[in-house]
C-alpha cells in the first residue's frame, strides 16, 4: 500500500515533469527536478520493497520523509508537511493558472485562501472551503463538528453584496477572480408576515 502512494507520488511528479516541457523557460526553472526527485522517491522505494517486514508505522515514517523531501521544491514549500495529495494537485493546478485562490472572510474576520477550479461551480467552492476548514481543525488538533447543512441554510456566499445563489453557476459568471475576496452573509426570513 506505502509503495502504492510512493508511485501515486512519482506519478504526480512525472505529470509535472510533462507539462514542465510544454511551459516556457522562465518556469520550467520552478519546477521540482526530475532527477532529483526520482532519487528521493526511488531510494524509499526501494527500503520499502526489499524489507517487506517494515510496520506500518515505519512505512508512513518513510513516506513523510520522501514527502518533506519533495515539499522543499520551491513550487511546493509553502504546502505542509502533512499534505494530501488532493492538495498537492491544488497547488500544482494554481501554479500553472488552472486554479484560483478565493479569499473567504468568515464573520469573525478570518480570511481562508480556498483553492478552486477555474471552472469551478459554487458548490465547488462550497465543498473547497468545507475541506479548508475541516483539515485546518484537523492540523490545529480542533475537532468540533460543523453542521454544513445549518451553516448553508444559514448562510450566503456573497460577492461584492451579490449573493451566490445557485449553486451549479460558474463562479466567474459572478465575475469572481483569482483573489478576490468574498464573504458569508446571513440569509433573512423569507416567510410573510401577516399583520
Given at each position: 500500500?506505502a509503495?502504492q502512494?510512493?508511485?501515486?507520488?512519482?506519478?504526480t511528479?512525472m505529470?509535472?515533469?510533462?507539462?514542465?516541457?510544454?511551459?516556457s523557460?522562465?518556469t520550467?526553472?520552478?519546477?521540482?527536478?526530475?532527477?532529483n526527485?526520482?532519487?528521493?522517491?526511488?531510494?524509499?522505494e526501494?527500503?520499502v520493497?526489499?524489507?517487506?517486514?517494515?510496520?506500518?508505522q515505519e512505512?508512513?515514517?518513510?513516506?513523510?520523509?520522501?514527502?518533506?523531501?519533495?515539499?522543499?521544491?520551491?513550487?511546493?514549500?509553502d504546502?505542509?508537511?502533512?499534505?494530501?495529495?488532493e492538495?498537492?494537485?491544488l497547488?500544482l493546478?494554481?501554479?500553472?493558472?488552472?486554479?484560483?485562490?478565493?479569499?473567504?472572510?468568515?464573520?469573525?474576520g478570518?480570511?481562508?485562501?480556498?483553492?478552486v477550479l477555474?471552472?469551478g461551480?459554487?458548490?465547488?467552492?462550497?465543498?473547497a472551503?468545507?475541506?479548508?476548514?475541516?483539515?485546518?481543525?484537523?492540523?490545529?488538533g480542533n475537532?468540533?463538528?460543523?453542521?454544513w447543512r445549518?451553516t448553508?441554510?444559514?448562510y450566503?456566499?456573497a460577492?461584492?453584496?451579490?449573493?451566490?445563489?445557485?449553486?451549479n453557476?460558474?463562479?466567474?459568471?459572478?465575475?469572481?477572480?483569482n483573489?478576490d475576496?468574498?464573504?458569508?452573509?446571513?440569509?433573512?426570513?423569507?416567510?410573510?408576515?401577516?399583520?
Amino acid at each position: 500500500m506505502a509503495t502504492q502512494t510512493l508511485d501515486e507520488t512519482h506519478q504526480t511528479q512525472m505529470e509535472v515533469t510533462e507539462q514542465n516541457q510544454t511551459t516556457s523557460k522562465d518556469t520550467a526553472n520552478l519546477l521540482p527536478s526530475v532527477e532529483n526527485t526520482e532519487n528521493i522517491l526511488g531510494q524509499d522505494e526501494v527500503k520499502v520493497e526489499s524489507n517487506p517486514d517494515l510496520t506500518h508505522q515505519e512505512v508512513m515514517n518513510i513516506v513523510r520523509t520522501s514527502l518533506g523531501q519533495v515539499l522543499q521544491d520551491p513550487l511546493l514549500c509553502d504546502l505542509p508537511s502533512d499534505v494530501t495529495t488532493e492538495e498537492i494537485n491544488l497547488q500544482l493546478a494554481l501554479e500553472y493558472g488552472q486554479a484560483m485562490t478565493v479569499n473567504v472572510r468568515r464573520q469573525d474576520g478570518e480570511v481562508l485562501p480556498v483553492v478552486v477550479l477555474q471552472g469551478g461551480t459554487v458548490e465547488d467552492l462550497k465543498q473547497a472551503l468545507k475541506r479548508h476548514i475541516v483539515m485546518k481543525q484537523k492540523r490545529e488538533g480542533n475537532i468540533r463538528a460543523i453542521s454544513w447543512r445549518y451553516t448553508w441554510r444559514t448562510y450566503w456566499l456573497a460577492f461584492q453584496g451579490q449573493k451566490l445563489d445557485d449553486d451549479n453557476r460558474k463562479i466567474k459568471d459572478y465575475g469572481i477572480r483569482n483573489k478576490d475576496e468574498i464573504c458569508f452573509m446571513k440569509r433573512l426570513n423569507t416567510k410573510e408576515i401577516g399583520y
